[in-house]
Structure formats: C-alpha cells, structure tokens
C-alpha cells in the first residue's frame, strides 16, 4: 500500500510509519522537523502541514493518516483546518483505501485547553464528512481519539512526580498508552477493516470515564 502519514519525526506518527514499514507498504511522511527513520521504503517531505503552497505533489495515496497536531500553539489552525486541506488534497479520490484521523478524548469530553479541544471536536464531526463522501469508493475514514500517550509532547506532566501520581488517580488503568500501543489501532483500521467507518474510537485507559481532566 502506499501510505502517507503526517507528523512522522517523533510519537504516535513515528511509530504508525514504523509499524507499516515493517509490513512492507510504502511510507510517505511530511513533518515540519527532520525525520529519524532510515528505510529504504520510506520518503520523508520536510514541510509545515499550514503550508499549502508547499505541499508535495503525491498521487495515488491509497492510506491516508492524519496525526500531525499540536497543544497550545494555533491548535485550530494546525490540528483542524490543515488536517482538512491536507484530506481534501490527498484523500478524496478513486485510490483511497482508508483514512485515519488522530483526534483526541479530549474531544469527547471537552476536559482540556479550550482551542485543543473544538480542533478535536472538529476533527470528530470532519471524520463523519468524509466517510459519507469516501464510502462510494469502497473506502472508510474513522479517528482514534487517544487519552494520554506517553510522547515527548506530554513529557512535561510525565515528569512531575505529583502530578503524574493524579493523573494515575484519574486513570482506571493506571498507566497511559505507548505510541506503539496507538500504532496498533492505526494499523488494524487501516488496513484490516473495512466496514467499521465514520466512528471516533476512544481509546483512552478509561479516562473519559471520569471526564475530570488533570494538568496543574
């Protein structure tokens, strides 16, 4: 499959490029930052997801992965809107297998900073659009919406002794998820199914349970 997965260089998307490449499909990655993956089966575009003018021509995209996102920094712009332009671009059309969309519990629950969380909510409802719109190519389009993954974006709570110890009350499971654990669900939608469509699967530790989000 030819596969094109944005935020690649670190995280969830690093991982979902990983878990592909080690079953021979063809990854594509664009990330604003350098990539660490070395794999003849892999092209990485080194370019802001906001910059459409930009964008790499790639035809034929048969896997589409969003997870190129942010928490505090434009998060409507980067995690919604680019996440849009860049379906729209690559995703809508006769090729397409499956789309994924990496949203959030968050919104589920609308438990965290106020613009992350309608970017997510956003992506949630933008989920839906496409796969009415995909389906008549035989495609799907779902989002995992994560709780708390341990990635170098959430190190500032990881590390915080007391902190961590109430996030842990909060959290059924007691633990967060790895990106490899993430990158399992992405493959499986991906590439197994193929009816489950216009669904944002929860996959949070039972966090959204208690819809009580913790940070300071």
Known sequence: MKVLITGTSQGIGKAVAEIFLKNGHNVIGIDRQVSAIDNANYTHYECDVRDYEKLPIIDDVQILINNAGTQNEED????????????EKYGIQENIKSIL????????????????????????????NVAMRVAKY???????????????????????????????DETPLKKWATPEEIAQWAYFLTTVNTFCTGQNILVDGGESINYNFIWV
């Open 76 to 87: 409507i712009d980067i995690n919604l809107k680019a996440l849009i332009h860049i379906t």
């Open 101 to 128: 969309n990496i949203g959030s519990a968050s919104g589920h629950t609308g438990a965290e900073f106020p613009e992350y969380c309608a970017s997510k909510g956003g992506v949630m409802a933008y989920t839906k």
């Open 138 to 168: 035989g495609a799907t389009c779902n989002s995992i919406d994560p709780g708390g993954v341990l990635t170098p974006l959430n190190e500032c709570v990881i590390n915080d002794e007391k902190l961590w110890a109430k996030i842990m």
